[in-house]
């Protein structure tokens, strides 16, 4: 018998990172057509300490720009149009775009409710001329203008995409689509700023320029050893990234870490009974959340900010996992009453629940108290997934909400 010679040709990875340009913005003006060009954001209330979530190409034009306070933007530009937002209808149009992308290749990793990455290595075409067809699919079906970056890998292809999108700024949607070829990462990187890059945030920037390292180029540029000295066990790594070389495979399923609630209250509350009404009302949230998830957690955090944005964040892990409102909120009462400068306005307040798993929880047959808690969560679930979220409310909540 003949010998065979198998010869195994690597294929290119062939990434796209999809964004779509000022989603929120584009949406609204599927609902609301009267917004087209118009310099219009969405956005919280000015009088209660809002911030812009997305704002219209019109309104960029004025430097207005997401998370940008509200007072702010409108100080910039006082005719801004404020809309509240729709996250219901945000969200029903993410799924289509996502089933658009899903039947180009089942390899998607959806980084946001506007972005992801799609591997695309196994079509014939080029990368260009896939994105050109993929862009045009969304626009035809859901009027969504989006921007492709498209490289060898993930890292290159977001950057690309920014880099696109920067490049073509004016009063409409960048719509741009932007590759980096094979073998032409470094070359692409190097004249950016290490801003550019993952894991280069404004302070390693600023430590980075008294070394005079200014471009990726520059830091390309640095020997590992240099890199450990600087970065830590990181520093390597971050070596790699700066020429352009990046072998994380897409995720496309990401298991919750952490599930949390906070709220930014209109006036800085010094008041404890307050503190405590609304980590009740936080904790009920969580615990919900959890349930419905089917999911249960043993360390539980509370963040707590400051009116001078001191921000401080504490945690006690229990003994067994819980999604139980009380548990939740006995657990964080007792790190507000131990944390808390008492009589200190707060600005913030959050509650979380991390180490999550499966709801096993090891119940005391004795303890009917919360045999009990378990059913009247169950019920109460019941009631709110029937009826919705406030057909039923904590008594101590009526006095101040009503």
Not at 170 to 185: D, F, H
Not at 311 to 331: G, H, P, V
Not at 367 to 394: M, P, S, T
Request: with cysteine; proline share 5%.
């Amino acid at each position: 018998m003949d010998n065979v010679c198998c010869i195994i040709i690597p294929v290119t990875r062939k990434i796209l990172h999809l964004d779509l340009d000022a989603f929120y913005c584009a949406v609204e003006e599927l609902l609301n057509p009267d917004l087209k060009h118009k310099a219009f954001a969405v956005g919280g209330s000015p009088n209660k300490r809002g911030v812009i979530s997305s704002c219209s190409y019109a309104a960029r034009q004025y430097g207005i720009h997401s998370a940008m306070p509200t007072a702010r933007a409108l100080s910039l530009y006082p005719k801004l149009i404020l809309v509240s937002g729709n996250h219901t209808a945000y969200a029903d149009y993410s799924a289509k775009v996502m089933k658009i992308i899903a039947q180009l290749s089942p390899l998607v990793e959806q980084v946001s409710i506007d972005e992801a990455f799609i591997d695309v290595s196994d079509l014939p075409q080029s990368g260009k001329m896939i994105s050109k067809a993929l862009q045009r699919n969304i626009n035809d079906a859901l009027s969504l203008p989006c921007s492709i970056g498209v490289a060898t890998n993930k890292l290159i292809a977001k950057i690309a995409n920014d880099y696109g999108k920067a490049s073509k700024r004016g009063s409409k949607p960048p719509q741009a689509i932007t590759v980096v070829p094979p073998g032409g990462e470094a070359a692409f990187l190097a004249p950016l700023p290490v801003r550019a890059l993952w894991g280069i945030g404004p302070k390693t920037a600023a430590r980075l320029k008294t070394l005079g390292i200014i471009t990726i180029d520059d830091l390309a540029q640095i020997p590992d050893e240099k890199l450990k000295q600087l970065f830590g066990k990181s520093g390597p790594e971050l070596g790699l990234r700066a020429k352009g070389i990046d072998d994380n495979p897409l995720v496309s399923e990401h298991k919750v870490k952490s599930i949390s609630n906070e709220v930014t209250f209109e006036r800085d509350i010094a008041d404890q009974a307050k503190l405590l009404q609304t980590l009740r009302s936080l904790s009920d949230r969580v615990g919900r959340r959890l349930r419905k998830s089917a999911l249960a957690g043993n360390t539980i955090h509370l963040k707590l900010r400051y009116a001078d944005f001191t921000t401080l964040t504490r945690q006690i892990t229990l003994s067994q996992y819980t999604d139980q409102d009380n548990e939740i909120y006995q657990t964080v009462n007792t790190l507000l009453k131990t944390n808390w400068i008492k009589g200190h306005p707060v600005r913030l307040l959050g509650v979380g629940i991390s180490g999550l798993g499966p709801p096993m929880r090891q119940l005391n047959l004795w303890n009917q108290e919360d045999i009990r808690e378990k059913k009247l969560l169950k019920a109460v679930d019941g009631l709110k997934d029937r009826f919705g979220e406030k057909i039923i409310r904590r008594a101590s909540h009526l006095k101040n909400n009503d």
